[in-house]
């Protein structure tokens, strides 16, 4: 039976629940003033329910669909501002004990080199992330106990927040490994990181069990309730994600808003980010063999209702899409982007030979993260490093409580500024330096409270004086 606050994964994420869901959506997918009125309900940034969201989805009314692409652009506008928040992913290990049949990890492929990085290649890595001007990381790490133990993972983080060179340091590792223990999350939470990722795949129990016959990824509630475990361990900003183009699309999209509420009713506090990657090429993987992939039109209409259905939760789109729909979705809701990554184990400080092939999925952006700054300056948004909110103690409730009353915006703006002004000094080529300027002392005006205003005017100027890591 479905209930919201069990601990159970088939009741949290419970199918008849879905199925039911999807039925009322398909049968009132041309109801006008049902639609209309969620729509307008949901003018007040409030989210909408799985089963309200799962009936926008559907809605096949031109006029309401337009309606719900311009609510989504309002409540980006509103929460967001015009600032996209930078990071970039680090592989440690490719080794992995798990059978997932759309990822070249999984332990049966022979063709792809296995590596897993040394403390000192890590160092190079970092130093050549923190040298383009990144500040904020994914750590990723296949499946295997033997190879990737948790003490692995948590010296890595240690090394990672060690390094400091030039004015360069991470100031937030965010970690997206298998699911693990309570005890394995609390050291994980010790080590300081930031937000922990795990995506769930898909959220249809008979195909996640095909899609993964082999390993511990394959138990469907150990993989589900992992959140559960990550919160009990101390661990409050959680990041979700479902793999679109593995499933019914419609059915992931139902399952990921319920899980959503899921943590939200029973921990008090909704997913920090949620992220929607769709399926990609990579060795030994060809995503024409998944009959769900999905259109552009469709991942740009998951975003846009995403965005109305948990307006506060972060939403994160990788390297995996091109340029061309990084900047619709932007427009959309999307609120974190990957900029210059790779995907492969090491790569940053040395190129990886093409023989080498160590990558998880073939990058469809692939540019440079100065480029990618360049682009998001000249389309008007303000690329932001801040780490701020984790370094403050801002995380989980008292971080959605800032987001919902309005205050976050004091925060935000300024420290995205002053976090674009660090990266114009210390690394952007001329023509982006110059852009950039231009565009923080015209967004400087559009912080709301005076007095953080003029700090953050002083703060510029220290900045330019060489000072660094100011924040609020
Ligand atoms: Fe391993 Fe993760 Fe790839 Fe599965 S998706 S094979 S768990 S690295
Ligand atoms: Fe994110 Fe907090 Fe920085 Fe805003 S102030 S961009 S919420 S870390």
Not at 403 to 410: D, E
Request: proline letters at 4%; aromatic letters at 8%.
């Amino acid at each position: 039976m479905y209930d919201v606050r069990s601990s159970k994964a088939e009741e949290f994420i419970n199918h008849e629940e879905i199925m039911e869901s999807l039925k009322w959506a398909h049968q009132n997918k041309s109801n006008y003033e049902l639609i209309n009125s969620i729509i307008d309900k949901a003018r007040n940034y409030k989210g909408v329910s799985h089963r309200e969201a799962a009936l926008l989805l559907e809605c096949d009314i031109e006029e309401l669909n337009e309606k719900m692409y311009e609510l989504a652009r309002e409540i980006k506008q509103k929460l967001y501002g015009s600032r996209i928040v930078m990071f970039a992913p680090l592989y440690l290990s490719n080794y992995c004990v798990n059978g997932c049949v759309y990822c070249p990890y999984h332990y049966q492929n022979k063709n792809i080199r296995r590596k897993k990085l040394t403390q000192e290649e890590i160092r190079k890595e970092v130093i050549a992330l923190q040298d383009i001007g990144h500040k904020r990381l994914a750590l990723e790490a296949g499946e295997d106990p033997v190879n990737n133990p948790i003490e692995y993972i948590l010296e890595s983080i240690d090394t990672i927040y060690s390094i400091k060179h030039k004015n360069g340091v991470i100031r937030r590792v965010n970690v997206n490994i298998a699911a693990t223990t309570v005890d394995d999350y609390r050291k994980l939470k010790e080590a300081g990181i930031g937000t922990y990722i795990l995506f769930q795949e898909t959220y249809h129990k008979a195909n996640y069990e095909k899609l993964h016959p082999k390993g511990p990824k394959h138990n469907y509630a150990w993989h589900t309730e992992a959140m559960d475990r990550a919160m009990e361990g101390g661990i409050d900003d959680v990041g979700l994600g479902v793999l679109f183009g593995l499933n019914m699309y419609r059915y992931d999209f139902v399952g990921l808003l319920m899980h959503a509420e899921h943590l939200e009713a029973a921990w008090g506090v909704g997913p920090h980010t949620i992220s929607v990657p769709r399926i990609r090429p990579a060795d030994d993987i060809d995503p024409s063999t998944f009959t769900n992939a999905i259109s552009d039109e469709i991942f740009e209409k998951i975003v846009a209702v995403l965005r109305i259905a948990v307006p506060y939760t972060g939403m994160i789109v990788s390297t995996r899409e091109s340029k061309k729909t990084r900047e619709r979705v932007l427009e959309l809701g999307v609120s974190q982007l990957s900029g210059g990554s790779k995907t492969s184990v090491g790569g940053y400080a040395e190129p990886e030979a093409e023989e080498d092939n160590s990558a998880q999925f073939d990058i469809e952006d692939t540019r440079p993260l100065d480029q990618v700054v360049n682009w998001l300056l000249e389309l008007g948004y303000i690329p932001s490093f801040c780490t701020a909110c984790y370094r403050e103690g801002r995380t989980g409730d008292r971080f959605m409580s800032l987001v919902k009353s309005g205050q976050i915006a004091n925060c935000c703006q300024p420290n995205a500024l002053l976090t674009l002004k660090e990266y114009l000094e210390d690394y952007a080529a001329p023509d982006t330096r110059e852009l950039g300027e231009k565009l923080i002392q015209a967004e400087l005006e559009r912080i709301p409270h005076e007095k953080v205003r003029k700090l953050t005017r002083e703060y510029l100027q220290k900045e330019s004086r060489g000072e660094r890591d100011f924040r609020f």
